[in-house]
């Protein structure tokens, strides 16, 4: 059980390592130094002060519990040998709940000092390697690397330099805008933020009600609220605790989205990252399917069985209001093998929204608990509602098996993220939409009683409602190779399918809808100065859902289209793209407070582009600029038809002579 403790959270630290990118460096400030001893001894001195609130473990914490600091040495035994062991510093002990042992680690400043002895006369230079974790309520694990002077002078520390080169790099990046006055307007922000959130919100609560239709939950509803409505001394009272009961169960859902707003709080970027980082969409790919396989009755998912009892133990001692709490944590966690797949696929949906992932995240859960305590609430105040319950039986396993078919549907489209955004070629648009027509198939197949999974036992008796939906799944894959073939128009699906221009057939353009376009500034600038037209700029990503469905939804009205085609520029940069840059382009960046980043991929530099001249960093964003630097119009991003060509009409008419 241990090592499954430590496998969960090494993944689980692996995507928040992701999320903080070089943010580690304001969390962490290392420094180094090296202490001549005598003319073959040295001594290697590590020092940082850590974060308020963050802690790095120590290179001797119990291996059963958090990973352990570890150096690796380049040369040792070769060109050097250790003197003794490491020395740490001051150090913290503290009880681990999770991994049931001792871990050892450093809060606000840490030093470790390791001596070491020359065997080649002539070495000048020591590399170390270490990897640590950082931690707060989750872990990033990281890695660093150290290089010291070994030439016998004392105290000797690289730092990485920024050149001339990387400095003029640097400036050609920066935009001498002229009127940014327009960047603060609130026309550059998304439209229909509001209703995004409500429907993040819907899809939650959807989530929700279709979680209430599965075996580990559906049962509890008419056993709950009959304890409460006659364990109680009064009606009044047992309905007080139900809705008691149904409140703890929307907080405990909500508290769920805490720790990404943790992240948030760091950088407004890092969250927003998920949906284009080629790995961890991958691993989302795996656990989907990993989900989807449980549901279709292989292997069930469920935490230690000891959380439960121990709530439930909890929840029977303490009585009362916080009796009724450690009932509603115990819900949440003996119903796990059936909600968190489907809490997987809300955290998965909200990646892929517009807006902030945080926030989007804490609006679903909401949703998502409202509906799963709302029974509960609801049977309380109108006990003879549960007579009109559905008999639990075979129709919440076909609710099961139709969340798989869902979420290796879903699984699907984080592959072909990673497959965007890696440039690796595999899930073009037309072998995409072809796995999704067979599996809309198989649904279909399912439903009507051809086959059933072994693990459910033998085929129930079909019936009407199950046939009426195995047809309607049948249609959806039909529409899905009428779509492949161009008999269809496919534009209800935008965002969630490859773009078209990602396709098997030969294209004469590989930007959307066919236009012209530069994926270089520098070359759109100069066309925009031969053609002395305005420059759209359009800041995209290759995993990025809304803005498929811009070019999908909005791009092709023929008015749009005509504006696109003719009378603009189109520079369409692409942030998350992971291509590497030529070498001679490849620089690191200085930001104004000092802070540097190194630009070694194509997206890398795009993202840094959009941040450091319109301060934004989400997708997709337009921006109408005239050669002279002049914003044409305030930046936008979703917008629907009529306004979007409101937008282009307006700021190309300014252009005009």
Not at 111 to 117: D, E, M, V
Not at 356 to 364: F, K, P
Not at 487 to 515: E, H, I, R
Not at 630 to 642: G, Y
Request: hydrophobic share 45%.
């Amino acid at each position: 059980m241990r090592s499954v403790k430590q496998l969960v959270f090494f993944a689980f630290s692996l995507i928040t390592a992701t999320f903080y990118g070089q943010k580690v460096d304001e969390l962490v400030q290392w420094s180094q130094a090296i202490n001549r001893v005598n003319d073959s001894v040295y001594e290697l001195v590590f020092t940082a002060k850590i974060a308020p609130d963050w802690h790095i473990y120590s290179a001797y914490t119990d291996p059963n519990g958090s990973l352990p600091a570890e150096f690796t040495y380049s040369g040792l035994n070769t060109e050097f040998i250790l003197l003794g062991d490491l020395e740490e510093g001051p150090t913290v002990q503290k009880y681990s709940d999770v991994f049931e042992v001792t871990e050892t680690y450093f809060i606000n400043e840490l030093i470790w000092k390791q001596k070491i002895k020359k065997i080649n006369a002539d070495l000048n230079v020591v590399k170390v390697d270490l990897f640590y974790q950082l931690c707060q309520e989750v872990c990033i694990p990281v890695d660093k690397q150290f290089v010291f002077n070994a030439d016998g002078n004392s105290a000797a520390e690289t730092q990485r330099s920024v050149s001339d080169r990387d400095r003029t790099l640097t400036e050609s990046l920066i935009l001498p805008i002229k009127n940014k006055d327009l960047l603060s307007s609130t026309d550059n922000q998304t439209a229909g933020t509001e209703q995004g959130l409500w429907t993040i919100f819907s899809l939650g609560f959807l989530g929700g009600l279709i979680a209430l239709l599965t075996p580990c939950v559906f049962p509890m509803i008419p056993l709950t609220v009959s304890f409460f409505t006659k364990q109680s001394s009064n009606r009044s009272k047992g309905i007080v605790h139900a809705l008691w009961y149904g409140f703890f169960i929307v907080m405990i859902y909500g508290l769920l989205s805490v720790p990404f707003h943790v992240f948030a709080s760091v950088d407004a970027q890092i969250l927003n990252q998920m949906a284009t980082n080629v790995w961890l969409n991958t691993l989302f790919f795996v656990i989907f399917v990993f989900f989807a396989i449980s549901f279709f009755g292989y292997y069930e998912l469920t935490l230690p069985s000891s959380w439960a009892h121990k709530m439930d133990d909890a929840s029977n001692k303490k009585g009362g209001i916080l009796g009724i709490f450690f009932m509603a944590l115990t819900l949440a966690i003996v119903s796990f093998s059936c909600t968190g797949p489907i809490l997987g696929g809300l955290l998965g949906s909200t990646a892929l929204a517009e807006g902030s992932v945080a926030w989007n995240l804490t609006v679903g859960m909401l949703g998502f608990g409202v509906a799963l305590a709302l029974p509960f609430g609801l049977f309380a105040l109108f006990p003879g509602m549960l007579q009109s319950l559905p008999k639990s039986g075979s129709w919440m396993t076909d609710v099961k098996v139709v969340l798989g078919f869902l979420e290796l549907g879903l699984a699907l489209k984080f592959l072909s993220n990673a497959d965007l955004v890696g440039h690796w070629g595999l899930l073009k648009r037309e072998i995409f939409l072809g796995i999704w027509a067979v599996l809309a198939f198989l649904l279909g197949a399912y439903l009507i009683g051809l086959y059933r999974f072994k693990s459910y036992g033998p085929k129930d008796p079909r019936k009407p409602v199950k046939v009426v939906l195995g047809l309607l799944s049948f249609i959806f894959g039909v529409y899905l190779v009428a779509g492949i073939n161009k008999a269809v128009s496919l534009n209800a699906l935008s965002g969630f399918p490859p773009p078209d221009f990602y396709t098997l057939a030969q294209t004469d353009s590989d930007c959307p809808l066919g236009l012209d376009c530069y994926k270089d500034f520098e070359q759109g600038y100069q066309a925009a100065l031969e053609q002395k037209k305005p420059m759209l700029i359009d800041f995209t990503g290759w995993a990025c859902v809304n803005c498929r469905k811009m070019e999908e939804g909005v791009w092709t009205d023929p008015e749009v289209f005509k504006y696109l085609n003719e009378s603009v520029v189109l520079i369409s940069l692409y942030v998350d793209d992971r291509k590497d840059l030529a070498e001679e382009d490849r620089f690191v960046f200085q930001f104004p407070n000092g802070r540097i980043k190194e630009i070694n991929k194509v997206g890398q530099k795009w993202g840094t582009f959009q941040n450091i001249n319109f301060n934004a960093v989400s997708q997709p964003f337009y921006v109408l600029m005239d050669t002279e630097y002049n914003l044409l119009q305030p930046p936008i991003q979703l917008a629907d038809k009529k306004t979007y060509l409101e937008w282009l009409k307006k700021g190309t008419e300014l252009k005009k002579p």
